[in-house]
C-alpha cells in the first residue's frame, strides 16, 4: 500500500465536467464532459445552459472515473473541488456534489482555487513544482501571471488582464472571420498555414510606461475587427489564414515576453504555463524559443491537461492532503471571484469537523448513506 493520498477532483467552473482521480503526482483518471456543443450556436458559453448540463452529467462523470481509475469511493483519502473563481452556477453544483459525496462518505472535502490548479496540475506531468514557481495562465477567462513559493499556501499576482482575456479575443476574432466556436482550436489551426508577419497589428501594453505584466488585449481585439470590416467594406477577400496568424502571434509574442520578463526579474529560472490558450501550437513554440535563448526551462502540460480538468482539481487536493493542510467545512460555499491568493479554502471551524490528513475522514458519519454509494 501507498502512503500516498488518493484523492477524487471535480471541476464545474464553466462548461466542462471534469472529474480526476490522482495518488499522489500519479494520475488515474480523467474523466470529462464537455457541454461545448450546447453553447456553440450562441457563440459562447451560456451560464444557466453550463450550469444545466453539469447536474445532469455529474453522477455519470464520477461513475467513469471511479471506473477508470479502479477504485472505490470508499478508498478515497478527500475529494476537491473548484470553489472559484468561474461562473456562480456552475460552481455551486460542483461544490454541492463534492459537500454531498464527501458527507455521505465521510471524507475530508477540499475546495481550492480555479487557478491555482491550473498551476499544481503540472506536477501530473512533469513531477513536484520548483518553489518559486513561475505560471503564465492563460484562458478564456483569465490571463495571469503568478508566481508561488507554495502551491497550497502562496500565490501571488504578478499581472493579469486589465480587460479581455486572451481566449475571449480568440473567440471574438473567430467570430469574426466566421470560423465558429470556441475560438480558439480553429484559430490555432487556420494560422498554421497563414503569415505571422502579414499584418501588422498592435501589441497591447508593451510601451515603456506601461505596466510591466499586465494584459490587454481589447484594442488588439478591435484593431483586427475594424482591419476586416475596412476589407470588407471594400469589397475585397479577407485574406483568413494570414489575419488568423497575425493576429495569433500579435497575442502570444506580448505572452511570451512578459513571462520571460517576470522571470528575469524574480530569478526564477523556470516557466509553467498553463490554461486553456496554453494548448495553442505557436504559443508552446514562442514560448520554448525564448525560454531557451534566456537559459529558462519551460514547463507545459499536455494540451488535455491545459484546459478545464477534474485532474488539476485533484492534484491540488492531494497536495493539500500531503501537506497537511485544514480541511474546508460543510458550509464551503462557491465563490465567482475567489482570489487567487487563497489557493484553497479551509474550514471555518478547524479540522475537527472533517477529519484532517488522509486516511483520517469520519468513516462514521452517515453509514446508512454510505451503504448506498459505492462498493
Known sequence: MTDEPLVLGIETSCDETGVGIVRGTTLLADAVASSVDEHARFGGVVPEVASRAHLEAMVPTIDRALKEAGVSARDLDGIAVTAGPGLAGALLVGVSAAKAYAYALGKPLYGVNHLASHICVDQLEHGALPEPTMALLVSGGHSSLLLSSDITSDVRPMGATIDDAAGEAFDKIARVLNLGFPGGPVIDRYAREGDPDAIAFPRGLTGPRDPAYDFSFSGLKTAVARWIEAKRAAGEEVPVRDV????????????????????????????????????????????????????????????????????????????????????????????????????????????????????????????????????
Open 244 to 375: 488568423a496568424a497575425s493576429f495569433q502571434e500579435a497575442v502570444v509574442d506580448v505572452l511570451t515576453r512578459k513571462a520571460v520578463r517576470a522571470c528575469k526579474d524574480e530569478g526564477v529560472d523556470h516557466l509553467m504555463i498553463g490554461g486553456g490558450v496554453a494548448a495553442n501550437s505557436r504559443l508552446r513554440a514562442l514560448a520554448q524559443e525564448r525560454c531557451e535563448a534566456a537559459g529558462i526551462r519551460l514547463r507545459v502540460p499536455r494540451p488535455k491537461l491545459c484546459t478545464d480538468n477534474g485532474a488539476m482539481v485533484a492534484a491540488l487536493g492531494a497536495e493539500m492532503v500531503a501537506r497537511g493542510r485544514s480541511a474546508s467545512s460543510w458550509d464551503l460555499s462557491a465563490d465567482s471571484s475567489l482570489p487567487v491568493t487563497d489557493p484553497h479554502v479551509p474550514g471555518s471551524f478547524g479540522d475537527e469537523s472533517q477529519g484532517h490528513g488522509h486516511g483520517h475522514g469520519h468513516d462514521h458519519v452517515h453509514e446508512v448513506s454510505k451503504e448506498n454509494l459505492y462498493s
